[in-house]
């Protein structure tokens, strides 16, 4: 029981910080897994390719060359002698199909942990929904004013117009005999 505990030991922001946003999915690398499975890059990949079936391309997808050199460029450089090809990304449900796979204590305990990471990161965002509802109303309540004073401003701009223009003379009220 107590070497559960120590296994939970990864901070739940190591593992955040370890999941990125690519082609519509929140997706781990296989490299952050291996580390965090504490088993070679080389080894996670074997067993993955072992039980292809069980990765679909909505579970798990290769990076492309361009992916992989923009992961690069906002993570800095790459490790000492760099990688053969470029990561294979896991979806939510592609991390849970690898402790299908990858059966050590170690590996189980930190996929729970993972699953619950993401199990939090979607209640958040589902608690902010509330949030993000009100801020859309005050958006558009914003957009009507900003319309609403443009039409004010164009009104004003129009009547300073008729102020600048000078005025024609006027005819005089009243009877004017021609032959004074």
């Known amino acids: 029981m107590t070497e559960n505990k120590d296994i939970m030991l990864i901070p739940d922001e190591v593992i955040m910080n370890q999941i990125y946003y690519i082609r519509g999915y929140k997706v781990m690398l296989d490299e952050d897994l291996a580390e965090l499975y504490q088993v070679t890059t080389g080894n996670l990949n074997k067993a993955v390719t072992r039980n292809i079936k069980r990765f679909p391309d909505d579970f798990m997808f290769r990076l492309t060359d361009d992916e992989f050199k923009i992961l690069l460029f906002q993570n800095g450089i790459a490790r000492w002698g760099g990688r053969r090809q470029a990561p294979n990304a896991f979806t939510e449900q592609g991390m849970a199909m690898l ?13 729970i942990q993972i699953m619950r990471i993401f199990t939090r990161m ?20 914003l957009d009507n004013q900003d319309k609403n004073m443009e039409i004010v401003f164009r009104y004003l701009d129009e009547l300073l117009e008729k102020q600048e223009q000078p005025n024609p003379p006027r005819k005089g009220i009243g009877f004017k005999p021609d032959n004074f």
């Open 122 to 141: 979607r209640q958040m965002l589902a608690d902010n929904t509330d949030l993000r509802l009100e801020v859309e109303k005050i958006k558009t309540k």
């Open 99 to 111: 402790s299908g796979v990858l059966s050590s204590d170690r590996a189980i305990a930190v996929n």
